[in-house]
């Protein structure tokens, strides 16, 4: 065979940048697609936690609270009737065996912790106390201090009444969000979750350079023309559409499984998207420019992504931590990455809105900080890690 | 013709000189091997003609290009297999020539390469499933995909199997017959005498010669080693020994047991004397070599250290 002998043009293909973009894009797609650990991580870990927690902590919220006690009558009276009949009209009391029973059994019942508290009605109209008997190893159960608080309420009222004043101030309740919409908790963790998706894939998934560098593939193309700077856009655009992956999957699961809901504001939601995503690349970036194995890259990736996990309320509202706490959640791009993502995908926010710059403006410091960073030390190691 | 020109390279990493004064210049066509040690600075030379490193001293000059002004020139004129062959493991042979193909502006149809580099039948699998040998050729044909007119090959057949070797000779050889040039480095002596139209020994960072291989062995001295061994046991060789005191040109006698080790200017004549001596004496001998030089012996007496793999 003499194929070389021929002038490199005849058979030569003409190449233009597109061209090496297109190639490089897709050989890209084909590793990611062919690398079993992005599947892992990038989309069955995700789906899988997210059920997880959603299982967990919502599957029982569309009850109602209810809790079962006994009522005791020692000696029926016009007062004790009258309570009598308005705590049987209270739903979240539910009356065992629909009866006021003796306190021998009422007390036996506790004991046994068959119902949550007894209530024992007042022996006469004169008498003033209305006894609860509570069992003490629930004593500070929920459902204990549901039922004294609300048998408390319950007192007042027939105070107020026994005077024959009229309540003045009632509580009422109301949630304020700023947007349109209410967050409930499957609301919260889809966001969340997909914030945490996305700044994961970006934490992580900079472990390819690492591996580029050790086995010498860095090395290696930069020993072609190919276009270094192309060859990053297509790195950087294969990872993006990945993350929307991810957002859609998780989204559908998400509303049709669970029934979140979500109203979208596109615009808001692609900014976020954008700047999050790529600021926890450079996050990645950074840690691949000072790990030489990928253990070590996995090692810090790992207590990252683990800090940023549980105090970025991904899972949990920031203000339900420790007040000590909060201030660290405070700088965490996390924080603000799912915050965005809360405010494009549930309430609609739009982009005008001053407190999401806010936290779009502390992502922007940390992706242009660690990029820099990253960006110094591999300046740095390539005159002496040549070797 | 001259093609590559490297003048005075030196090269430090901290304290340690990796190459200290290094020249060469490489003929058009030619199979240019660079033979040394590990740590010779061999890879580092190769590195820093490749572009990788630049040296803190020294000039290098592809006719009339040099890096700091024709960078991307250079990268389409020469074909780089790295010691390391990086390569994306999981593509195929196929999509990873595609994709390097890419990379040029001309460049040949990766069924060529696929076919010279004798991978056709693997061009499917993902590279992870490529044996030793076959990676190797692989990043060979990754070399050759810009068509281009010097390629590098830095240790193309280290930790390979003799048979998977041969394979990467073959290939070798076969750019040489059409035309290209080659700049190799190797540890295998056996291969820089094959395969090589020059070869230039380097040791700690300096060239110790270059010249084609048997010229670098012609220019030795032409003292042989002869080995004999004696069916008659010890006595005989103790005999032996003591005839060849008084034989002009032998140098120096070596025994171990049977077997004698005679180091002579003129080995024909040293063994006619031997054989009349054994016939008169009637001893048996077993075994009977003149040892042939190689460039082993060339490393040997010019750096007079032993030779190791």
Not at chain 1, 169 to 180: D, K, N, R, V
Not at chain 2, 143 to 170: H, K, M, V, Y
Request: hydrophobic fraction near 45%.
């Amino acid at each position: 065979m003499c194929l070389l002998h021929l002038p490199a043009k005849n058979g030569g293909i003409k190449i233009n940048t597109f061209h090496q973009f297109k190639m490089m894009f897709l050989a890209q797609l084909k590793l990611t697609l062919r690398e079993k650990q992005a599947w892992f991580w990038g989309i069955f870990f995700p789906v899988i936690l997210m059920v997880i927690f959603m299982v967990i902590f919502s599957g029982s919220s569309d009850e109602e609270f209810k809790t079962e006690v006994a009522i005791v009558d020692p000696s029926p009276n016009p007062a004790s009737e009258l309570m009598l009949s308005q705590i049987s009209g209270l739903p979240v009391f539910e009356i065992k065996s629909g009866k006021p029973v003796t306190r021998d059994k009422a007390e036996e019942w506790v004991k046994d912790q068959e119902v949550d508290a007894a209530i024992i009605l007042p022996e006469s109209t004169e008498a003033s106390s209305v006894f609860l008997v509570i069992n003490k190893e629930n004593e500070q159960g929920a459902a204990a201090q549901a039922v004294s608080g609300i048998l408390d309420k319950f007192v007042q009222q027939a105070n107020l009444m026994a005077a024959g004043a009229s309540p003045k101030y009632a509580l009422q309740y109301e949630s304020i969000t700023s947007g349109t919409n209410e967050l409930d908790y499957t609301d919260f963790l889809l966001t969340g979750m997909i914030a945490l998706s996305i700044a994961q894939g970006g934490m992580f998934g900079m472990v390819d350079l690492v591996e580029m560098r050790r086995k010498g593939l860095i090395k290696r193309l930069r020993m072609t023309p190919a276009n270094m700077g192309i060859f990053g856009l297509s790195d950087m655009v294969m990872r993006l559409l990945f993350s929307i992956v991810q957002i859609i999957l998780l989204s559908l699961i998400g509303v049709l499984v669970f029934g979140a809901h979500l109203y979208i504001n596109p615009f808001t939601l692609i900014i976020v998207f954008l700047i999050g995503a790529l600021s926890f690349n450079a996050l990645g970036y950074f840690f691949s420019s000072f790990s030489k194995t990928t253990e070590a890259y996995m090692g810090v990736a790992n207590i990252c992504s683990f800090l940023m996990m549980f105090l970025s309320g991904v899972f949990f509202p920031i203000e339900t931590m420790p007040e000590w706490i909060q201030p660290i959640s405070s700088i965490l791009p996390l924080t603000y990455f799912a915050e965005g993502l809360r405010e494009s995908m549930v309430y609609e926010t739009s982009i005008a809105t001053g407190a999401l710059w806010a936290g779009i403006g502390v992502m922007v410091i940390w992706g242009a900080v660690t990029f820099l960073l990253g960006s110094l030390l591999y300046k740095r190691k390539a005159i002496a890690a040549d070797r | 013709m001259t093609v590559l020109e490297v003048r005075n390279l030196q090269k430090s990493f901290g304290q340690i000189k990796a190459v200290q004064d290094i020249s060469f210049s490489v003929n058009a066509g030619e199979v240019f091997t660079i033979i040394g040690p590990n740590g010779a600075g061999k890879t580092t030379t190769l590195e820093m003609i490749e572009g990788l490193v630049s040296p803190d001293n020294g000039e290098i000059h592809f006719g009339d290009l040099d890096w700091n002004k024709h960078a991307v020139s250079i990268k389409k004129k020469i074909g780089v297999q790295p010691q390391s062959s990086a390569m994306f493991d999981l593509l195929t042979p196929e999509e990873n020539l595609n994709l390097f193909a890419s990379f040029y502006d001309h460049a040949r149809p990766a069924k060529e390469i696929l076919e010279i580099v004798n991978l056709t039948e693997h061009r499917n699998n993902h590279v992870k499933k490529l044996s030793g040998g076959q990676r190797q050729r692989l990043a060979i044909g990754l070399a050759l995909i810009s068509d281009p007119e010097i390629i590098f090959l830095d240790e193309p057949t280290t930790g390979l199997d003799p048979q998977a070797r041969r394979n990467i000779w073959d290939i070798i050889l076969h750019l040489k017959e059409l035309g290209k040039t080659t700049i190799l480095t190797t540890h295998y002596m056996e291969e820089a005498e094959k395969l090589s139209d020059r070869v230039c020994i380097v040791d700690q960072g300096n060239v110790i010669t270059l010249d084609s291989p048997s010229s670098l062995i012609e220019k030795l001295t032409d003292e042989r080693e002869i080995r004999l061994s004696f069916l008659d046991g010890e006595e005989a060789a103790k005999d032996a020994d003591n005839f060849l005191k008084d034989a002009e040109s032998v140098s120096k006698t070596e025994r171990e047991g049977a077997t004698l080790k005679i180091w002579a200017a003129r080995p024909e004549e040293t063994l006619l004397d031997l054989f009349k001596f054994t016939k008169e004496k009637s001893y048996q001998v077993e075994q009977v070599s003149i040892r042939e030089l190689s460039l082993e012996d060339v490393f040997i007496a010019f750096t007079g250290k032993e030779w190791r793999d």
